[in-house]
């Protein structure tokens, strides 16, 4: 692992990051990715589906997350976690088989709504407060 890290180190204080550079290693990257497809496509098929979807809901919270990037972050971590929580409550109510389960997915979901209306109140609050304070 050290020597890892000593070679990439290396590497780095040999090319410094320009435009020109990080061009570079992008095609690289693209070269290395269209080689090992078969084998990258293979491994994805054996990961689970709650890895898939847990690396895929990290891919769409990076890109709220730059979307958002304008608002407070304490806004922002709101929104994140709402669209979050609705999508986590979507796949727990399609594996939901019973009507018991329903249920406690529907008190769940209830539940998630109450927080999230106390942290935009609050929220609100902080900011009310520090309008009055200008």
């Not at 890892?4 to 090319?15: A, G, H």
């Not at 589906?49 to 971590?77: G, H, Q, Y």
């Not at 929104?79 to 409550?89: D, F, K």
Request: include cysteine; charged fraction near 20%.
């Amino acid at each position: 692992m050290q020597r890892n890290k000593e070679s990439c180190l290396k590497l780095v204080r040999q090319f410094p990051v320009t435009t020109q550079n990080f061009r570079l290693a992008v095609n690289y990257y693209k070269m290395y990715a269209s080689l090992y497809f078969p084998q990258i496509t293979e491994l994805l098929h054996k990961l689970p589906r709650v890895i898939l979807l847990m690396l895929k809901t990290n891919d769409c919270l990076r890109s709220v997350n730059n979307a958002l990037i304008k608002r407070p972050s304490v806004e922002s971590f709101i929104i994140i976690g709402r669209v979050s929580s609705e999508a986590l409550i979507e796949e727990k109510l399609s594996h939901a088989k019973s009507l018991f389960g329903l249920l406690h997915v529907w008190l769940e979901e209830i539940s998630l709504q109450a927080r999230f209306f106390i942290m935009q109140v609050a929220l609100w609050m902080l900011q009310f407060r520090t309008a009055l304070a200008l």
